[in-house]
């Protein structure tokens, strides 16, 4: 199976990385700035699940791109989905399978827009990654998976294919046969840790600290509520396993937004925590929800961030 990675970023780089290592067939499509990088250094990630220093590693950029391939992985940021399409769009043949490891659901809409709507599966990716400003990929944890499948559940050839292509690679590969239901779960679970986290600024150890245990679990019922009336609920059993991590004192985990907001970058807070409460409608409740507040406190840093470099 022949697998295009769109970007050599923290989370691409590392699972093609991966993949390269067992031997896969990976090419990584890159702008001109990460090309001139990825020739010079190769690429590197340090990992707590080893080391990759793979010299060279194949890639292409856009206007070489004169071939369509079986399996496009895709993990860019929101933000950044419809230049993405536009990227990699010719390498889009008439069986070409589109993975997406984005949070949230409405890419998947868009992708289905652009591109064949049967072509287009469902994913996650789970693992923590930051990209240093040499380039050099930092796996913060052990944790590293994909998981994917069918958005109608079906265990189809082609999604067996993708199975054996992405499994032995050095990380989690894990196909579902539930994976909108798990989509819908994830993003539940992001959307709390990422409004938490990046409203307060800090780690969830230090909010549950500061007393915000019962912020925590508001603003992941009220996920849950907008989860349910899409008909996909969180599952009791995942619900605790989320209270739990979401309310562990002294834990230092922390949402990516953190660290884009205290480098101040770009955020997705229009696609997870907008769409959401888009979602949602109006609450019942008077006053600011705690979706409401997050949403208020995040693109409030949006706006002065536009206001500043305007």
Request: with cysteine; net charge negative.
């Amino acid at each position: 199976m022949r697998i295009l990675i769109v970007g050599a970023g923290a989370i691409g780089g590392y699972f093609g990385g991966r993949l390269l290592e067992a031997g896969r067939d990976v090419t990584f499509l890159v702008r001109p700035g990460r090309a001139e990088a990825l020739d010079q250094d190769g690429l590197i990630v340090r990992s707590p699940c080893g080391d990759i220093d793979y010299p060279s590693p194949p890639h292409v950029m856009t206007s070489m791109l004169d071939t369509t391939f079986d399996l496009v992985l895709l993990s860019c940021k929101a933000y950044d989905l419809d230049a993405a399409m536009d990227a990699f769009a010719a390498a889009v043949g008439p069986d070409t399978l589109i993975l997406p490891m984005l949070n949230g659901m409405s890419h998947l809409d868009r992708l289905a827009e652009r591109f064949n709507p049967d072509n287009v599966l469902g994913g996650l990716g789970f693992i923590s990654v930051d990209l240093d400003a040499s380039g050099k990929i930092l796996h913060l944890n052990e944790l590293h998976q994909i998981t994917f499948g069918e958005r109608s559940g079906a265990r189809t050839p082609r999604i067996v294919k993708v199975e054996e292509a992405l499994s032995n690679a050095g990380f989690v590969a894990t196909l579902s046969e539930q994976i909108i239901q798990e989509m819908w779960e994830k993003w539940c679970f992001i959307t709390t840790l990422a409004g938490v986290t990046g409203s307060t600024r800090a780690s969830i150890g230090d909010v549950i600290a500061s007393g915000g245990e019962s912020f925590v679990l508001e603003l992941l019922a009220e996920c849950a509520g907008v989860a349910a009336q899409a008909n996909h609920g969180i599952r009791d059993e995942v619900r605790q396993r989320f209270q739990t991590l979401l309310t562990a004192p002294g834990s230092k985990m922390t949402a990516s937004m953190l660290r884009d907001l205290e480098r101040g970058a770009t955020i997705e807070v229009d696609h997870l925590i907008g769409d959401m409460r888009a979602r949602r409608g109006t609450p019942a409740q008077k006053g600011l929800s705690p979706l409401d507040f997050v949403y208020l406190n995040l693109k409030a840093y949006e706006a002065r961030r536009v206001r500043e470099e305007g």
